[in-house]
């Protein structure tokens, strides 16, 4: 689907697959066509010709199942994809499309072990790297790229300092290689770590952990600029979703932890043409079904028709803030947080109105949180 300004439609027909499938990767080609890979038992891809999807050479090239697919285009525009062979022991195999057959890209089940959550992407000279959970190493990361003529590691195989889950890879602009996981060195969850490959050795981006608590299916993405955001499912914040940047020195929150309404799943972070961070995720409080949210500027990624439906008084306040609440359930819950995310005060609501007590905030803007049961409502608050 893609949204049309106002709303989300749909591309070509829906269920346009030949029946069931997993791990959807989307990318776009050069020339500005969606292409979508996914397990159907085997891997399969598909384009969109502007009228229909369309099969891209087999559909099903893979010998058997393949599980975690990523898609990704050459500079040269040529479709690659990357997965979990069960036809070569659950290893790494990479294939692309060289305009009439799906090719094996070196050997077929290149990596040491089982290679779980596969994410591939290209250097600036066109060269694949492949990320993965590897079972070979304890199942701590590895990375490895294509030289011409086999699949080598970059640095040390099994870099993390613990086995890591959700690997996302992606490079920056200096073409350097970062991958961020789920780091299982935090017991007894894991927290998010971004690690980069600094020409001899992979190093920390900032603190190793992070996240506030358990950090589920992390995605990386670089903005134009050049600076890391990851997004994943916070356990530290109700397994929510989260988008965090690093600044240079430390990780901070984009906008408010644990944004979206509800818990979700399979988070999934870009980055629009004019910058602007997009998360798609399964929204547990919709069905199961697909949400897509942005950040808009300081209203912390909440929804741009959510925003600024809450009546405050008064605003600015020393003492004390009354926030009409009627309408809402009894259930809903009020949130002050500050400007770098963090959550200082929470309180289930009362009807008709809500008032609560800021007088031991120092002074500065905050924002205060409504959450109910599928909505997100956000003001801005200044405290004197």
Not at 76 to 103: H, I, L, R, Y
Not at 225 to 235: E, L, N
Request: negative net charge; proline residues 5%; glycine residues 10%.
């Amino acid at each position: 689907m893609k949204f049309d300004g106002s709303n989300w439609v749909n591309v070509g027909n829906p269920g346009f697959s030949a029946g069931e499938v997993y791990y959807t990767s989307l990318a776009f080609s050069p020339s500005g066509q969606p292409y979508v890979a996914y397990n159907a038992s085997p891997a399969a891809v598909m384009k969109f010709d502007g009228i229909n999807w369309v099969s891209i050479g087999n559909n099903g090239f893979s010998s058997d199942e393949a599980d975690f697919e990523s898609l990704a285009f050459s500079p040269s525009g040529e479709p690659f994809v990357a997965f979990q062979d069960w036809a070569n022991s659950k290893k790494a195999t990479v294939m692309k499309f060289d305009g009439a057959n799906w090719v094996y890209i070196g050997a077929a089940g290149f990596s040491s072990g089982k290679a779980d959550y596969t994410s591939l992407a290209f250097n600036q000279s066109g060269q694949p790297y492949v990320a993965y959970e590897d079972y070979g190493n304890s199942k701590k990361a590895t990375v490895m790229k294509f030289d011409g003529n086999n699949w080598v590691n970059v640095g040390n195989a099994g870099f993390s300092a613990g086995n890591c889950w959700c690997t996302s890879l992606a490079f920056s602009q200096s073409d350097q290689p970062y991958v961020a996981y789920n780091d299982n060195q935090f017991p007894p969850y894991g927290k998010a770590t971004v690690m980069k490959f600094d020409g001899n050795d992979w190093v920390n981006v900032g603190n190793a952990g992070f996240s506030a608590g358990e950090a589920d299916w992390t995605s990386l993405a670089f903005t134009a600029s050049g600076q890391p955001y990851v997004a994943f499912k916070d356990y530290g914040n109700s397994e929510k979703a989260t988008v965090m940047k690093f600044n240079g020195t430390t990780w901070m929150n984009v906008g408010l932890p644990g944004f979206s309404a509800g818990s979700v799943e399979f988070t999934s972070l870009a980055f629009s043409p004019t910058g602007e961070p997009y998360v798609a995720y399964l929204d547990y409080l919709n069905d199961h079904k697909a949400t897509v949210m942005r950040y808009d500027s300081v209203l912390t990624g909440i929804n741009a028709q959510d925003v600024s439906k809450l009546s405050v008084y008064p605003d600015p306040a020393t003492n004390n803030i009354t926030i009409e609440t009627s309408g809402k359930t009894k259930e809903s819950m009020l949130a002050i947080v500050n400007v770098a995310g963090q959550e200082l005060f929470t309180s289930q609501i009362t009807l008709p109105r809500t008032q609560l007590d800021i007088t031991s905030l120092p002074a500065g803007v905050y924002f205060l949180r409504l959450t109910s049961e599928k909505t997100v409502e956000v003001c801005k608050i200044i405290k004197w």
